[in-house]
């Protein structure tokens, strides 16, 4: 019979470029990687010894014949259990021995009939110079029929952790070979299965291995996908190695100043920088935030050193940039998972954020307890959130001019089983890094609404309660609609309740934030600037937004109370009562605070001086409040 070996000339062409780009590109060099090498060197070999074996019929030695048709139908027989091999790394499926005892057997079984038919002539024999197929020579097909079909059962069992792109492409594998397969079988003169061995070859190569799949488009270092990888092949293999975490500061400030294009020149100047001094496997993991994956073992003196070698200046053409990085060390030692050692690394940035320096931190067991802390109330929130443990606390509000209470700022609380009462500088942050913390808004929101409902504030004389509104929900449109949908149901009047904004959500999101607010205050919402003084914001740009009202922070009361200083404090009252903006001071706590303030104008007071934060039965108490008539509630 002649054989068509165009086909063949193609597959080979195909499979020896793409592992040109394989091998010449980067890689991972993990367990992936290597079986998808081993699998295109079988197709290369495969083609190869084809088109050999097809070209040399009838014009070379009985044996040169034989060793070429065996080594031929060798690796073609090996290239669907190396595909299954392959095809289970990709899908995360780990076979038990006696699965791979089950799976390996018809292998064996079918390559010893393979080896011996020189012999017995069972799958082929070659006689007179003409090559012949044995009568089992269907084995081979059907074998391939088992490996193939095993793969895509693998993937089927895995297919909820697995990717849509590698549940495609292993798709794409499994219908290319069994179509070329069951071709061949019944028109052996068209060797298809090669090709489409090598179409296979070509297809997973740019899904899952190419350079746009594992490294950063900036950077051209790493990318996430690619550093999970490395991570989970040497834990996989008890590799010991350290991750050292790098995260820019000010990279938004930057981009602000500089433009979108300097910055992105940044990013790619720190990953050539920490390719060159720090060494190791560099990876971009997020936006401004980098890891090196260093192995082997190292002093921390070592690592430290090798993390601090970064300069902290760029030059290009234009300007010289100043730039500083919080830089953080983990051994993969003190970890279990993979997981669980990047959460550190989260973790990490986030409290790195709070140093006034750019020294490395090593993890160590201080951390670690500060970790599992963050945890354990994430998980105090969670268990709050579930089972209505959430209470809210009222602080008046005092004016200064009548020393009555004119106003009071609802406050979060949450007592755990185990924990006990958790302060909020402690489960406010966990809630708006775990984004809980629009849940316990909510939950603050309704429980304020009901006390509207029950109590009649002004009946007190009380003129509103505020609460506050996070930096989620200001940016959300939506939140118009529900906060309407909430005061519709309570049945009160808009002006009693207040919103509370932080300073630095009201400078990073001006934009939006003005929208939302212009539309709220017309529809008879009130808001606060809280916490001013703790971010960076002029003075121009706070009263551009529709305030009502500014709370100066604790840290500007002790300031003033400098003599030198409290002049300072005492203009900046001045321009917001130009504007119309009332002023209220926190954190008075004894008579000299509170005779200062009311000596430069300051509007109303709030702190212990006069009422810590109280349950809302003792609030009522003690600010006099009756309750509502229910027909009077709903007659707003």
């Avoid at 690619?226 to 008890?238: G, Q, V």
């Avoid at 909430?486 to 904004?501: C, D, K």
């Avoid at 200062?596 to 349950?615: C, E, I, N, R, T």
Wanted: charged share 20%.
């Amino acid at each position: 019979m002649s054989y068509i070996i165009d086909y063949d000339v193609c597959a080979l062409l195909v499979s020896i470029i793409t592992m040109i780009y394989f091998f010449g590109g980067p890689r991972l060099h993990d367990r992936q990687d290597r079986l998808y090498g081993m699998v295109g060197c079988c197709v290369v070999a495969a083609s190869s010894a084809n088109i050999l074996a097809t070209l040399t019929d009838g014009h070379v030695p009985l044996w040169a014949m034989t060793a070429t048709h065996l080594g031929y139908l060798l690796f073609l027989f090996t290239l669907p259990v190396l595909m299954l091999t392959y095809m289970g790394q990709l899908a995360g499926r780990h076979i038990g021995r006696l699965g791979r005892v089950a799976v390996m057997l018809p292998y064996v079984m079918t390559l010893a009939l393979l080896l011996t038919s020189p012999l017995t002539g069972k799958i082929f024999t070659v006689t007179g110079g003409v090559y012949r197929k044995g009568p089992l020579m269907p084995l081979l097909y059907y074998s391939a029929y088992f490996y193939i079909l095993f793969a895509l059962v693998l993937m089927a069992t895995a297919c909820r952790f697995v990717s849509g792109r590698k549940q495609w492409t292993i798709c794409l594998f499994v219908g290319l070979l069994i179509t070329a397969i069951t071709l061949q079988y019944f028109f052996p003169r068209y060797l298809l299965v090669d090709l489409a061995a090598a179409l296979t070859l070509m297809t997973m190569y740019v899904a899952m291995h190419s350079s746009g799949a594992i490294t950063d488009p900036l950077t051209q270092v790493y990318n996430n996908a690619a550093l999970t990888s490395l991570m989970e092949e040497h834990f996989s293999n008890k590799e010991h190695f350290y991750l050292v975490g790098y995260k820019l500061s000010g990279l938004t400030r930057i981009n602000e100043v500089y433009g979108d294009a300097y910055g992105n020149g940044l990013l790619c100047h720190v990953a050539r920088e920490l390719q060159e001094t720090v060494g190791g496997r560099v990876a971009r993991i997020s936006g401004d935030e980098f890891c090196v994956l260093i192995m082997g073992r190292r002093s921390a003196r070592e690592l430290v050193a090798q993390a601090e070698k970064m300069p902290g200046v760029w030059q290009n053409a234009d300007y010289e940039v100043s730039y500083d990085a919080f830089k953080v060390i983990l051994s993969s030692s003190d970890y279990a998972t993979r997981s669980e050692m990047l959460e550190m690394l989260n973790f990490a940035f986030r409290r790195a954020r709070n140093l006034s320096d750019d020294r490395a931190i090593i993890i160590d067991q201080h951390i670690k307890e500060q970790y599992y802390r963050w945890n354990r109330i994430h998980e105090a929130v969670m268990d709050a959130l579930a089972k209505n443990r959430i209470s809210v606390h009222y602080q008046p509000i005092i004016s200064t001019a009548t020393g009555q209470i004119i106003a009071a700022e609802a406050l979060c609380r949450i007592t755990d089983p185990e924990l006990g009462m958790i302060s909020p500088g402690e489960f406010i942050p966990v809630a708006e890094q775990s984004g809980l913390i629009s849940q316990v808004d909510d939950r603050v929101r309704t429980i304020v609404w009901d006390f509207l409902r029950t109590y009649d504030i002004r009946m007190a004389g009380i003129d509103h309660i505020s609460v506050n509104l996070s930096a989620v929900e200001c940016t959300q449109p939506s939140i118009i609609r529900t906060i309407e949908e909430e005061a519709e149901e309570a049945g009160v009047e808009r002006g009693t309740l207040h919103f509370e904004i932080t300073e630095t959500m009201a400078i990073t999101s001006r934009g939006t934030l003005a929208e939302l607010m212009e539309r709220m205050q017309r529809m008879g919402y009130c808001f606060h600037l809280d916490d001013y003084g703790t971010g960076y914001a002029g003075i121009t740009n706070l009263i551009s937004l529709p305030f009502s009202v500014v709370k100066l922070d604790k840290s500007i009361l002790n300031l003033a109370e400098s003599t030198e200083k409290g002049k300072m404090v005492k203009s900046m009252i001045a321009p917001f009562h130009d504007c119309q903006i009332k002023v209220v001071c926190e954190g008075v706590e004894t008579p000299e605070q509170e005779a200062m303030m009311h000596a430069w104008g300051v509007d109303f007071l709030q702190g212990y001086l006069y009422s810590k934060p109280l349950p809302a039965e003792k609030f009522v108490s003690f600010a006099g409040i009756p309750r509502r008539c229910r027909n009077k509630a709903r007659a707003y």
